[in-house]
């Protein structure tokens, strides 16, 4: 059986479409992490009025992960960029492909 | 006696044979090319025997016998059909419409004569 | 407001939005789809998340518990910004598989299980029940807070009637709108316009009334911040648990929710509308969220305390006289509602009646249905279930009180839907998913989700007796409904969520780590997981890893079709002793497979295909080439088979009308025969009875004589008969002999006319010619063509009865023919005769026959369609009237 050899260096322009790819895929994760931020300092524990400061933090930051998801996603949309992966990605990107059954 | 014949033929040579041998046979013959001048010929004398060809211009010789059937006082009257056809088909259905003889032509002058004296012998 | 004012107007609203839909979808039908499937109406139509809980129930959220109504807008929105993940997939997922629902999308994967299908369905059904009544009960509570303050107009009627009015009032609404047509791709391209529509008038609504308290009420932004520290939810009350948790259920809510699920991936018309999606849903839930506590705050300071903060978007402007930001806030809100209501009835009549009416009528009726049949049957069974799942969210109403907070009503169906999430994400991630394992996890988290959250919601003793949420049934205390376990700190919304989702995903887990998936279950986790390497064009996505049964039976498949496919494979499997499962790829069952496949595709392409797939060796050019002629000589046979095909049918067509044509000469030739024993026995009897006289003798000579010459005519007419009768069998049979030569016209004429003199001698006619035109010559068969001017001629001066008979006889030339007309002055041929003149013995009448047999027109149409010509009656010519047409010049091998 022939497994397919990943190149060991990848053009540049690949190499950039590769890494915006990576942008997409962390963007939930640093969401999550700044939704998930104001747990850390206790609202509930604390008695300062902050509600108001704690709502324009989300805000910003959702405003922020929206500017974010805008670029990344014009970014990946751009002509001549394919939307599915091509083969020289199959070596690195190996979250969304289980190869639990047998190879 | 003298037996008077109606005979309906529009063939005129066949006309003329069937009254040349019948008139030597003694018969008084009366001819008529088609149907349309048989009820005055009838109020003229009521022949013994029609002699009808079927296949007549105008009314056709089935037509012409329907009529005589249906007329009470024609109703007994002896006919015969006279066909070039000869056609079983033709035969039956002259016969269901009550006809008393069938002859196919050509026919023998002899058959003629023996028909026409049976069906006038009374 | 007059209460009959706010009814008309929203009947108006929704007569607008109706006649936008029916546009649409006149346009969609004509294929005019352009810019209805853009980007921008995409997003648009998700924003069908936010409803009446986003419009009215957010600020009463806000005012309760301050910023935690957000929660319910970050999830979603970090499950967009992460489309790549989830999203994108499942979009691909839905578009590949034609997916019609979320219980499509469990069941195919789960290789097509109906039941599957019938627990995704029942669950979204009843999850879809609070919040369907949430919407009936923002909706009643907004014409109470609209109608009431108001004394002129009818009074409007208590908020039962209101509630069940609405429910009627939208459950024709939807009928009417979402089950007019039967589309296979379940897709409405007029609803979804409309739903793009009504998500314009909620975000116009409610920012206007945001503005309207930023700008009108407060002074601007800074004094907002102001107010909200100097409010009661200036401290913030966090709950980490519920924070948490209520952002992951907003986020698997956001992917699982029916009507969700029906606007991303059902009626998505085109994957890259995801891209804008990515970030335009976001900023519209932004944009939707961003006055949320400015509204609540302002409220809570202005209105008094027994105002309900749910209604604070209608109730604020209404206070402050705003009454047209306040009816478009009441519209907004009516939005909200009507558009959820109807794509979540649609969303789940579409999956109740696939997966659950259609297979119950399948196996009661297993008779060859009628296709018209069924349509009819899936139609009626929508428009039943959507009035069924509105009546089950008015029921709801009714029996939670309808006086619970909406967000309250609307998590419970969050976290209901949440269910399908350990299934849905599992299922297109990990091959190992078994239906076993989905079917166990669905029914247990289903149940521990109804026990805990959704029976509690009835309040104590409605469903469940009150003893049990203190003692546990049976006085079983671990099992009490709000402290499964003994865990009684939690918020009962979390211990619910918490429970049901763990013990879900865990049985989930275990029931597919312990069961064996069936061969269609694993090929189409296959097609799920790997949905982007079998959408990697050509056969590089087949390069990569060993053959593994599953792919040679997506390919086999898709080759072969689904049953067939799976016939062989099932056999294969047999063979090597392993019922149930896919059999093992030997070299053996390689060749088996490549030269079954063979068969469908060739055998080059199916040598590639099984190479590909087992990793052997690289597809080279001769093979490509192999390909190429293989499949141009299968579409030449294809070609040549239809062909075939077409030619049969028209041998069957020809030999059918060649048997009528049969039966119809077999009847003429009778009619024929007759005729002509008829023509041969009349002179033949005349011969017969002269001669006979003759033979007797003793008669005059003038009689011997006369009767000889009649005996003479009659064999001569005989003989003419047969004369004729040969002729025509000779022409008809188009075996005559032609002499072509150039002959003038006129000179033709001259000959007919004298031989037909002989006939009737004694009568003189006038004859008209036309000799300047006559004179042309002729390439024909002269002899031929005067034959049929002697026919013409004899028979005008045995029939013309005109006193002073005249013949007429014209020539026209034109273009290469000409037109000879011979007209008589008699009285012509009645017009019921004048269709069989042509035909053989067709005499008119005997009377004045002069030894003709009725053949002299039927042989005159014989000669000139040889002649390559015509010959008609010109009825209307005062008298009979015949024109010969024919080529000036007949172009044939000369005989």
Same mark, same amino acid.
């Given at each position: 059986m022939a497994r397919f050899r990943a190149p060991l260096f990848v053009q540049p322009a690949h190499y950039r479409l590769r890494r915006r790819r990576d942008a997409a895929r962390l963007l939930p994760v640093v969401g999550a992490f700044l939704f998930l931020l104001p747990i850390l300092w206790a609202p509930a524990q604390s008695f300062r009025r902050d509600t108001a400061p704690d709502g324009i933090f989300l805000f910003v930051a959702w405003g922020g992960l929206i500017a974010l998801a805008l670029i990344t996603a014009r970014s990946l949309s751009a002509p001549g960029a394919p939307t599915d992966r091509d083969p020289e990605d199959e070596a690195e990107a190996a979250f969304d492909a289980d190869h639990g059954d047998n190879s | 006696m003298t037996a008077r014949v109606l005979l309906i033929e529009d063939e005129p040579n066949i006309c003329e044979a069937i009254r040349f041998i019948l008139s030597r046979d003694g018969c008084d013959v009366t001819t008529l090319c088609d149907g349309t001048g048989m009820a005055e010929a009838m109020r003229k004398g009521m022949p013994d025997l029609v002699i009808l060809d079927l296949m007549l211009p105008g009314m056709s010789g089935m037509e012409i016998l329907a009529q005589l059937r249906a007329d009470p006082a024609t109703h007994a009257l002896p006919v015969m059909m006279l066909t070039a056809k000869g056609q079983g088909r033709d035969r039956e259905a002259a016969e269901r419409a009550g006809v008393n003889m069938f002859m196919t032509k050509p026919f023998s002058n002899d058959d003629i004569r023996a028909a026409v004296r049976h069906l006038t012998a009374r | 407001m007059p209460f009959n004012i706010l009814v008309a107007a929203c009947v108006a609203y929704v007569i607008?939005?109706?006649?936008?839909? %029916?546009?649409?979808?006149?346009?969609?039908?004509?294929?005019?789809?352009?810019?209805?499937?853009?980007?921008?109406?995409?997003?648009?139509?998700?924003?069908?998340?936010?409803?009446?809980?986003?419009?009215?129930?957010?600020?009463?959220? &806000?005012?309760?518990?301050?910023?935690?109504?957000?929660?319910?807008?970050?999830?979603?929105?970090?499950?967009?910004?992460?489309?790549?993940?989830?999203?994108?997939?499942?979009?691909?997922?839905?578009?590949?598989?034609?997916?019609?629902?979320?219980?499509?999308?469990?069941?195919?994967?789960?290789?097509?299980?109906?039941?599957?299908?019938?627990?995704?369905?029942?669950? $979204?059904?009843?999850? @879809?029940?609070?919040? =369907? &009544?949430?919407?009936?009960?923002?909706?009643?509570?907004?014409?109470?807070?609209?109608?009431?303050p108001t004394q002129d107009g009818f009074a409007p009627p208590d908020t039962e009637s209101t509630a069940i009015w609405v429910a009627a009032g939208l459950a024709l609404f939807t009928i009417i709108f979402g089950t007019r047509n039967l589309d296979a791709k379940e897709q409405h391209h007029g609803i979804v316009i409309a739903i793009a529509v009504e998500a314009v008038v909620k975000l116009v609504a409610l920012v206007g009334v945001g503005v309207f308290v930023v700008w009108g009420l407060a002074d601007g932004p800074a004094d907002i911040i102001a107010r909200i520290d100097a409010s009661d939810i200036a401290d913030w009350d966090l709950q980490p648990?519920?924070? $948490?948790?209520?952002?992951?259920?907003?986020?698997?809510?956001?992917?699982?929710?029916?009507?969700?699920?029906?606007?991303?991936?059902?009626?998505?018309?085109?994957?890259?509308?995801?891209?804008?999606?990515? %970030?335009?849903?976001?900023?519209?839930? #932004?944009?939707?969220?961003?006055?949320?506590?400015?509204?609540?705050?302002?409220?809570?300071?202005?209105?008094?305390?027994?105002?309900?903060?749910?209604?604070?978007?209608?109730?604020?402007?209404?206070?402050?006289?705003?009454?047209?930001?306040?009816?478009?806030?009441?519209?907004?809100? #009516?939005?909200?509602?009507?558009?959820?209501?109807?794509?979540? !009835? =649609?969303?789940?009549?579409?999956?109740?009646?696939?997966?659950?009416?259609?297979?119950?009528?399948?196996?009661?009726?297993?008779?060859?249905?009628?296709?018209?049949?069924?349509?009819?049957?899936?139609?009626?069974?929508?428009?039943?279930?959507?009035a069924a799942v509105l009546g089950l969210g008015y029921a709801y109403y009714r029996m939670s009180g309808g006086s619970t907070a909406l967000a309250a009503i609307g998590l419970i169906a969050f976290a209901g839907v949440a269910q399908f999430l350990p299934a849905m994400l599992f299922g297109i991630f990990w091959r190992g998913a078994t239906r076993v394992g989905a079917a166990l996890g669905l029914s247990v988290g289903f149940g521990v989700w109804a026990y805990t959250l959704f029976l509690p919601s009835f309040g104590p003793n409605a469903v469940i007796p009150a003893m049990v949420f203190v003692n546990g049934p049976f006085d079983i205390d671990w099992l009490r409904p709000r402290a499964l376990l003994g865990v009684d700190s939690m918020d009962p919304l979390i211990h619910s969520l918490f429970w049901s989702l763990v013990l879900n995903t865990a049985t989930f887990l275990l029931g597919s780590l312990l069961t064996f998936p069936g061969p269609v279950e694993r090929m189409q986790s296959?097609? #799920?997981?790997?949905?982007?390497? @079998?959408?990697?064009?050509?056969?590089?996505? %087949? !390069?990569?890893?060993?053959?593994?049964?599953?792919?040679?039976?997506?390919?086999?498949?898709?080759?072969?079709?689904?049953?067939? $496919?799976?016939?062989?494979?099932?056999?294969?499997?047999?063979?090597?002793?392993?019922?149930?499962?896919?059999?093992?790829?030997?070299?053996?069952?390689? &060749?088996?497979?490549?030269?079954?496949?063979?068969?469908?595709?060739?055998?080059?392409?199916?040598?590639?295909?099984?190479?590909?797939? @087992?990793?052997?060796?690289?597809?080279?050019?001769?093979?490509?080439? @192999?390909?190429a002629s293989e499949s141009a000589q299968i579409m030449e046979y294809s070609a040549r088979l239809e062909s075939q095909q077409s030619e049969l049918t028209r041998t069957a067509r020809a030999l059918r009308d060649a048997n009528e044509k049969l039966m119809q000469l077999s009847v003429q030739k009778d009619a024929f025969l007759s005729q002509i024993s008829h023509e041969l026995r009349t002179p033949m009897t005349s011969i017969r009875a002269f001669s006979e006289i003759l033979t007797e003798g003793d008669l005059p000579p003038d009689m011997v004589t006369n009767y000889g010459r009649i005996i003479h005519d009659e064999a001569k007419r005989l003989t003419r008969l047969l004369d004729d009768l040969l002729d025509l069998s000779v022409l008809e049979n188009g075996s005559v002999q032609l002499n072509l030569g150039l002959t003038n016209l006129g000179e033709m004429i001259d000959r007919a006319l004298a031989a037909a003199s002989n006939t009737k001698p004694e009568r003189s006619f006038l004859i008209h010619r036309d000799l300047p035109m006559e004179n042309i010559f002729l390439r024909t068969d002269a002899d031929r063509l005067v034959q049929v001017f002697i026919n013409l001629i004899s028979n005008a001066r045995k029939y013309c009865d005109a006193a002073t008979p005249e013949l007429k006889i014209t020539v026209r030339q034109r273009a290469g023919r000409v037109t000879i007309d011979v007209i008589d002055n008699g009285s012509g041929i009645p017009s019921v005769s004048q269709g069989i003149i042509f035909e053989k013995f067709a005499r008119l009448t005997d009377q004045t026959r002069a030894g003709g047999a009725g053949l002299g027109l039927a042989i005159c149409r014989e000669v000139m369609a040889n002649l390559g010509g015509t010959i008609t009656y010109l009825p209307g010519q005062g008298g009979a009237a015949f024109r010969v047409s024919l080529p000036l010049r007949l172009e044939r091998e000369a005989a």
């Open positions: - | - | 607008c939005l109706f006649l936008v839909a %029916w546009v649409v979808e006149r346009r969609a039908d004509r294929g005019q789809i352009g810019w209805l499937r853009s980007p921008l109406v995409y997003t648009l139509s998700l924003s069908i998340y936010c409803t009446a809980w986003t419009f009215y129930g957010a600020v009463g959220y &806000a005012a309760r518990s301050g910023l935690e109504f957000l929660t319910i807008y970050l999830g979603p929105t970090l499950v967009f910004i992460g489309w790549w993940w989830i999203l994108r997939k499942l979009v691909r997922i839905g578009r590949q598989q034609r997916v019609t629902s979320i219980a499509d999308l469990i069941s195919s994967r789960f290789g097509k299980s109906n039941l599957l299908g019938v627990i995704v369905t029942v669950i $979204a059904v009843v999850a @879809a029940t609070p919040y =369907i &009544a949430l919407q009936l009960q923002s909706v009643t509570q907004s014409f109470g807070a609209f109608a009431s648990g519920r924070w $948490a948790g209520l952002i992951f259920v907003s986020a698997a809510a956001v992917i699982c929710l029916p009507r969700m699920f029906q606007v991303m991936v059902v009626e998505n018309g085109d994957e890259r509308h995801l891209f804008t999606a990515a %970030w335009a849903f976001p900023l519209y839930l #932004f944009a939707m969220s961003l006055f949320i506590v400015p509204i609540a705050v302002v409220g809570l300071e202005r209105l008094p305390s027994s105002a309900n903060p749910d209604m604070f978007v209608l109730t604020l402007p209404l206070a402050e006289g705003q009454g047209t930001l306040a009816m478009l806030a009441f519209l907004g809100g #009516f939005s909200s509602a009507t558009s959820m209501v109807i794509v979540e !009835s =649609i969303a789940l009549a579409t999956m109740v009646s696939n997966h659950i009416v259609m297979p119950i009528w399948l196996r009661l009726r297993p008779s060859q249905a009628v296709s018209g049949d069924v349509r009819r049957l899936v139609l009626l069974s929508r428009r039943f279930s959507i296959a097609a #799920f997981v790997r949905v982007f390497d @079998a959408a990697a064009s050509g056969p590089r996505g %087949w !390069s990569r890893g060993m053959a593994e049964p599953e792919e040679l039976l997506v390919m086999a498949q898709r080759i072969l079709g689904d049953d067939d $496919a799976l016939l062989f494979f099932e056999a294969e499997a047999r063979g090597q002793g392993k019922l149930g499962y896919l059999p093992d790829p030997t070299p053996e069952f390689m &060749a088996r497979l490549e030269r079954r496949l063979a068969g469908s595709v060739g055998a080059a392409t199916a040598h590639a295909m099984i190479s590909q797939l @087992a990793g052997r060796a690289m597809v080279t050019v001769e093979d490509l080439m @192999a390909v």
